[in-house]
């Protein structure tokens, strides 16, 4: 029956290029393998995008998603992504393809003391592109929750600066983004990364904590205090000497407890060659 009814996508225009065209927000069942080799289900939210040419009207919105659920309750990975987006983009005659599969992933925690079970929830992606002359790239996205210490105000509280004797200092919840493309053949596990970014806090976060627990946590931040440009630059440096990384974001936000704005950092780079360079002046 669909034989017999308009098309009204593909009708001829003299129009201009669209860069991106599809679909946000669709609701999908996939499984994530575990840097354990466990295979996890996770609830995803999927955003699929086309690029449309100057002379077609409109893309074919139920295809998109048609082709994404071929897929759905399939163990994704970087090279699963990319079949996925081949698929897509021959499918529907366009230039290039594009498409972030956002999921919340969960990690076993224990508390530092008392060792207490429970699991952290982290905001994950894959990112994946495949342009017109059929080049691949894939990118991790990983955000992480912390809490940082302020230098400044500890050293302003110190009583005894020889005995690190002081009245206090202020915390804030640190909320950190990092998006990673790794070099060919080279993998960054979802765990990997979440433990460079939880490395570089003053002190990881934890869903459980009892009373010893809460004394290490209080003790080590203070003990290891970081601006929001510390947590940026020491996480900037594990990836550039990971062997694993060839480009990198990194976005840190402090929330701040006694003030009414945010402290945020940025970091964009890549590597060219054997040097590290500026990736990019116009971050968001």
């Known amino acids: 029956m669909e034989d017999h009814l308009p098309d009204i996508q593909r009708t001829k225009v003299s129009s201009i290029r669209l860069s991106r065209v599809g679909v946000s927000g669709v609701d999908f069942p996939i499984y994530i393998k575990t840097k354990e080799g466990k295979k996890v289900l996770c609830y995803a939210k999927v955003n699929l995008f086309v690029s449309l040419k100057h002379n077609i009207k409109g893309i074919n919105m139920s295809r998109t998603v048609r082709t994404l659920m071929k897929y759905r309750y399939t163990s994704f990975s970087r090279w699963v992504l990319w079949k996925f987006l081949y698929d897509l983009k021959n499918r529907s005659d366009t230039e ?24 952290m929830s982290y905001d994950c992606s894959f990112i994946g592109h495949i342009n017109k002359h059929n080049e691949y790239t894939f990118n991790l996205r990983v955000s992480a929750i912390g809490t940082s210490l302020c230098p400044c105000s ?4 110190l009583v005894d ?4 004797i002081g009245k206090g200092a202020h915390n804030q919840r640190s909320i950190v983004t990092v998006t990673v493309e790794t070099k060919r053949k080279r993998t960054m596990w979802i765990e990997d990364l979440v433990g460079v970014i939880e490395d570089c806090f003053s002190c990881r976060v934890y869903p459980v904590l009892k009373r010893p627990d809460e004394k290490y ?8 205090p970081k601006f929001v440009e510390d947590i940026a630059r020491d996480i900037a440096t594990t990836l550039q000497s990971s062997g694993i990384v060839k480009r990198y974001k ?5 929330k701040e407890s006694i003030h009414t704005h945010d402290a945020v950092a940025y970091i964009y780079r890549k590597l060219k060659g054997k040097k590290w360079i500026e990736a990019s002046r116009g971050l968001k």
Request: glycine share 0%; aromatic share 12%; charged share 35%.
């Open 96 to 119: 290039d393809a594009y498409a972030e599969i956002n999921f919340k992933y969960f990690i076993d925690r224990v508390a530092p003391v008392s060792k207490e079970k429970s699991v």
């Open 154 to 157: 500890k050293s302003m509280s």
């Open 161 to 164: 600066s020889k005995k690190n």
């Open 217 to 224: 946590v209080t003790e080590k931040a203070y003990e290891n």
């Open 250 to 254: 990194v976005k840190v936000v402090n």
